[in-house]
């Protein structure tokens, strides 16, 4: 069974590793990343994990226009390719999220198996602050150190009451175009095709017919089965460089404070995926036995420090780093530096 993701990434390089070994441990064993103006080596990295047969390392269409919209156009992309539509499930979606699967074993053959004849089923993200973590630390795993997310019927960015959603697609739906949240469906499709969300439930046949699913509310949203962990902010000083990276649908519009205050909420500790952590260290710990994968990964790690260093230097990035600790302090009363 091949079971493919794709996905989009600049500049993650100290987070690769492990949500790759997750995502393979859980049973994604298929992986198309594409990179666009990396300069901290995460392409070098990807490079490596391709040679080793790991994943398909492609650059996004977007490096040979002037475009911007890297994630668009990847998805164009990925459209026209028909390596997605002979998988016999695939997902897009990002370095920053983790599929939780909340059944058996927290395997995907355990999802499946709970979902029965389900065409697609649309896990909900669930925003993970930044638990308090100030400093960029790359000897601890994202899922071990970051613990605390949303409620699940907290108020989103948009003040909507709502969850963004990402879309684990059967082979054989019958699709017209594959996007970024779900599949866009073939004209009169959607009533041949069991669609669910996090719980198994089915969506009524008016969602999905005419776009894509992208956010569900009330009463749809459910995660006894799978959920999504969105890991937007990460560390204070990941939040940095995340703003100076960009974003990938609109390049010129880095997140900035809005984006922070928006994100991060803590109110809920989730330790789920902290079962997985032992057995994600150790994969990690095999893949960087390989000499050149080891050096590429720590050149990023060496990367990222010294990056930080400068962003704080800057006079708008200091003020925001200011504006974001003291955003935390106040809403979430955590200690001045949770480290």
């Not at 989103?156 to 469906?185: C, E, F, Y």
């Not at 459910?222 to 560390?235: E, F, I, K, M, P």
């Not at 939040?239 to 404070?257: I, Q, T, V």
């Not at 095999?286 to 050149?292: A, P, S």
């Amino acid at each position: 069974m091949r079971i493919s993701a794709v996905t989009p990434m600049k500049n993650e390089g100290p987070f690769i590793l492990e949500w790759l070994a997750y995502h393979r441990l859980i049973g994604f064993n298929d992986f198309t990343i594409f990179t666009n103006d990396c300069s901290d080596g995460t392409d070098l990295i990807l490079e490596r994990l391709d040679e080793m047969g790991l994943v398909r390392h492609l650059p996004n269409p977007s490096v040979v226009t002037d475009a911007t919209n890297h994630h668009f156009l990847m998805m164009t992309y990925v459209d026209a390719s028909p390596r997605l539509r002979r998988s016999d499930w695939f997902a897009s979606f990002d370095v920053d999220e983790f599929w939780c699967i909340n059944v058996g074993n927290g395997r995907l053959e355990d999802l499946f198996g709970a979902i029965g004849d389900a065409d697609l089923v649309s896990g909900m993200q669930l925003d993970f602050g930044c638990s308090g973590h100030q400093t960029f630390d790359p000897d601890r795993l994202v899922i071990e150190r970051f613990t605390h997310r949303a409620e699940v019927r907290e108020a989103g960015p948009d003040g909507a009451r709502k969850r963004g959603t990402k879309t684990i697609v059967r082979r054989g739906v019958p699709i017209r175009r594959i996007r970024n949240h779900s599949p866009l469906l073939e004209e009169g499709a959607r009533d041949s095709v069991t669609w669910v969300n996090g719980s198994g439930e089915p969506f009524p046949p008016r969602m999905g017919r005419k776009g894509q699913i992208k956010s569900i509310g009330d009463p749809h949203l459910g995660a006894d089965l799978v959920q999504l962990n969105h890991y937007a902010l990460r560390s204070m000083e990941d939040f940095l460089m995340k703003s100076d990276r960009g974003n990938a649908n609109h390049e010129s519009l880095p997140p900035k404070f809005r984006y922070w205050r928006d994100y991060d909420s803590n109110a809920v500790e989730d330790l789920r995926l902290s079962s997985f952590a032992s057995d994600v260290r150790d994969a990690v710990a095999e893949l960087l036995k390989d000499d050149e994968l080891a050096r590429c990964h720590a050149a990023s790690v060496d990367y990222r420090r010294r990056r930080i260093a400068e962003l704080r230097e800057e006079p708008e990035m200091a003020r925001m780093h200011q504006q974001v600790r003291r955003f935390h302090r106040r809403r979430w009363q955590e200690p001045s530096d949770a480290g």
